[in-house]
């Protein structure tokens, strides 16, 4: 399949460098990132890069929604390329311009809360570059007058082949559409292999997939897309891409996306005046203090001994890594490590005034999230991870040939205690008993 063996992607490697609030520093990174490849991929991303600063109004994000369309695709590459590059050997230069474009728009089908949602966001996707009858939809006109995305994307009025994969690539990333038509029990069968400290996460996982089951039956899946053109070995590759943007979208946390007094207080605002369903208003506190509590996710080699995890690029295993936002104190770490996490961003001054904000309107609302349920806030986090691992984790493993698997053991929370050394705080890891 592949013309050439591809080596040459840039991951940053320490995604501390990007600054929180960096107007247009995101597209330096992307650039820098494919630094390494083709002209014809450089060019490929450059383009889109104006395309998207060029979206029309309608698509920017709104004050109170989260940031989808700059930092976020920068964070999912970076991750993205951190999974290739454990396997470099099995990618190509075509690859990393799928994985890419892919990137950049997977989001493009967002819309802001309260904004309509008679389509769901993959279609809406879709819409956006053909619109029925073969007409071409608001991204399309703007990729038109960059030739070389036209290339790429279109033929005539229908979308290339290379374009198809890009974009249902691009549509597949939420976790609700699968794969293939074994997604569900596939994931299932990781979960029963996998040891899990935490019996809430354990749960919490479980109760996910059966939530999901049902609606995972009505949806079409990837394959069958993409076995009307292409054949079995070549749909594993692109299953395998999908699945690496899939988990790499769902590592991603906020803390690297918009972060001010001025975005906090506009979503502040828009979860208790706006969300009427107390529900979805405690899920909406709940995730939005969770991309506070993590620092960053990372995909790296760890070697671990007891409760402490080493990087080891020779001889560890390959896991994803979660960051807590705490620095020890002391020297010591007490049971209530969650409380600590609190404490700490209390203290922090870009993050003490959302807290503060919080704790006051969830006091004067007597909304039940009081300081034991934040503490289980980076449980939450985990809980996502890993049922985005799980879900994943399959179609990165299972490669036609043994050399071509691309092994991620399982996922770590911790904090990080020295430099490329960490303390685990919780976590789980695939069972390798005999």
């Known amino acids: 399949m592949k013309s050439e063996i591809y080596t040459s992607f840039h991951p940053i490697e320490d995604i501390n460098s990007f600054e929180e609030n960096d107007g247009e520093k995101w597209k330096d990174h992307i650039r820098d990132m494919v630094s390494g490849s083709t002209s014809e991929v450089i060019k490929a991303v450059d383009d889109m890069l104006k395309v998207i600063t060029n979206l029309p109004i309608e698509l920017q994000p709104y004050p109170y929604y989260t940031e989808h369309f700059r930092t976020h695709p920068r964070n999912v590459l970076r991750l993205a390329f951190e999974i290739m590059s454990i396997k470099p050997e099995i990618f190509d230069e075509k690859d990393v311009l799928i994985i890419t474009l892919a990137t950049l728009i997977h989001d493009l089908g967002q819309l802001p809360p309260g904004k309509g949602k008679k389509k769901g966001e993959p279609e809406r996707l879709k819409k956006l570059f053909i619109t029925g009858n073969r007409r071409k939809g608001k991204i399309a006109e703007l990729l ?152 960053n996710v990372k995909i790296k080699r ?45 203290r922090k001054e870009e993050t003490s005034y959302i807290i503060e904000q919080l704790e006051r309107i969830i006091k004067n609302r007597e909304e039940e999230i009081n300081g034991k349920r934040i503490k289980e806030l980076l449980e939450d986090a985990f809980i996502d991870v890993c049922t985005e691992f799980l879900l994943a984790r399959k179609y990165l493993i299972d490669g036609r040939e043994e050399d071509e698997d691309i092994n991620i053991k399982g996922v770590i929370i911790a904090y990080e205690k020295n430099k490329n050394e960490y303390k685990i705080i919780d976590g789980f890891h695939l069972q390798v008993d005999s």
């Open 144 to 295: 038109e007058k960059e030739k070389d995305l036209k290339r790429i994307f279109f033929k005539e009025d229908d979308l290339t082949t290379l374009g198809q994969i890009i974009l249902y690539i691009a549509m597949y990333h939420p976790k609700h559409m699968p794969l293939d038509n074994k997604y569900l029990e596939n994931a299932d069968q990781y979960v029963k292999e996998c040891h899990i400290k935490n019996d809430k996460a354990w749960k919490e996982i479980k109760n996910k997939f059966e939530k999901m089951g049902e609606e995972i039956k009505k949806k079409n899946n990837l394959h069958n897309k993409l076995k009307k053109t292409f054949g079995e070995e070549e749909i594993q590759h692109y299953l395998k891409l999908a699945a690496i943007l899939k988990l790499a979208d769902g590592c991603d946390v906020q803390i690297y996306r918009d972060i001010n007094k001025f975005t906090y207080s506009y979503k502040i605002d828009y979860i208790f005046k706006k969300l009427k369903d107390k529900d979805k208003r405690r899920k909406s506190i709940n995730a939005y203090l969770r991309d506070i509590c993590i620092k």
């Open 302 to 346: 760890i070697k671990i001994s007891g409760d402490t995890a080493v990087e080891d690029n020779n001889s560890g295993d390959n896991y994803v890594v979660m960051i807590a936002n705490f620095e020890e104190e002391n020297g010591s770490i007490s049971t209530d490590i969650y409380e600590k996490i609190l404490n700490y961003l209390k």
